[in-house]
């Protein structure tokens, strides 16, 4: 089911969302998802009646996020609840569909499609992509499930260059450089079902080749004297903040990645030599960085200040129960600071620990 021109600009944001918020309850969702969600949907409501004149669209929906959210740095759980919120009106405006999320930990792949979906997940880990690459892959495999079901095609041999085309639709609330990859994968899926059997034609060519323009969106870089500002505004009085300065001042150090932040082990530290050998969880190369003062003296000062008792081999452990590795993200321990220090992001740009280390690029060119 498509949206027309005539449908576009006639579209009624409270018959829909009225229409949407009955869905999910059929969908089990629980009471409290479905009024987060529409605390935005009220918001775009009082919007769309401010603005007589707007079509819903892709530009519309952004120029309410940026005017209504944009300008609050926020913590993630919220913007992610903007976006999810915005992209399930959309879907449903469009298609009647809502494509619901589900947890990795939990969910598998339906009998019709677990074979092919996880042959293929299994032989771009033997191509030699990383865990946290193939995560992705199965999260975006499981969104292409859901369009699958929802369009009653159950089977890849029943895939025509119509369904694909009309899949391609659905992606369009996402940035330009989401898009790409997700119908890059979609390709290499489609080849990998062709190559091992799984559908009799080849549809990859199908799928458009499209190219991410360099810079499209180049990171947040922040100024040295922002740099500063934020870690100084981390309290080191106290063992969280000793766990946070050290691992920010491995960021904007040495520009290191989070992921081998928190992955970084106590054997990779050679304190006589002042020297880290860490083997990036990205690219699988090692390298070796200086362990200047600053930055070994912050570690120095959490490992005997601030460190929980673990048997943990990772520097950087969680502080509760069982003590053991941090989950790599800090996306709101970045947000947190920026706050304090009263640092304001660019509007629609990201503002977490991808920019933080891209300052020290930033600085060194």
């Not at 790599?328 to 629609?348: C, D, E, F, N």
Request: aromatic fraction near 12%; glycine fraction near 6%; charge should be positive.
């Amino acid at each position: 089911m498509q949206m027309n021109q005539e449908q576009i600009r006639a579209f009624e944001p409270r018959s829909t969302i009225f229409q949407l918020k009955g869905q999910l309850v059929e969908m089990n969702y629980s009471k409290s998802t479905i009024d987060r969600l529409n605390s935005v949907w009220r918001n775009f409501i009082q919007y769309w009646d401010d603005h007589p004149q707007l079509e819903f669209c892709i530009q519309t929906i952004q120029e309410f996020i940026s005017f209504r959210y944009g300008c609050e740095l926020g913590d993630r759980d919220k913007a992610h609840n903007v976006r999810r919120a915005m992209n399930m009106l959309w879907d449903f405006a469009w298609h009647h569909q809502v494509f619901k999320q589900s947890s990795l930990n939990s969910r598998k792949f339906s009998t019709e499609y677990r074979d092919a979906f996880e042959g293929f997940l299994l032989h771009l880990i033997q191509c030699g992509y990383s865990e946290g690459s193939v995560r992705t892959f199965r999260s975006r495999l499981f969104q292409f499930e859901d369009y699958l079901f929802n369009n009653k095609i159950f089977n890849l041999d029943n895939l025509t260059s119509e369904c694909l085309n009309e899949y391609s639709k659905t992606l369009g609330s996402f940035s330009p450089k989401t898009v790409v990859r997700k119908l890059r994968l979609l390709q290499h899926l489609l080849q990998f079902a062709y190559e091992n059997g799984f559908i009799a034609e080849p549809l990859s060519p199908i799928i458009p080749k499209l190219r991410i323009p360099r810079n499209l969106q180049l990171p947040t870089v922040f100024t040295k004297e922002e740099v500063n500002a934020l870690l100084a505004a981390v309290d080191r009085s106290n063992p969280l903040g000793k766990r946070d300065y050290a691992i920010l001042m491995l960021a904007a150090g040495l520009g290191l990645r989070v992921s081998d932040i928190i992955g970084m082990t106590f054997d990779e530290i050679d304190w006589s030599k002042k020297l880290l050998s860490i083997v990036q969880q990205k690219t699988g190369k090692l390298v070796e960085l200086p362990l200047t003062d600053g930055i070994g003296w912050a570690i120095i000062d959490y490992l005997q200040n601030g460190r929980p008792e673990s048997e943990c081999d990772h520097v950087f452990v969680k502080h509760c129960a069982p003590y053991d590795v941090l989950t790599p993200s800090m996306y709101r321990t970045v947000q947190k600071y920026l706050q304090k220090a009263g640092i304001k992001g660019p509007v629609g740009k990201p503002a977490g620990m991808h920019a933080f280390r891209h300052s020290l690029a930033s600085a060194m060119l």
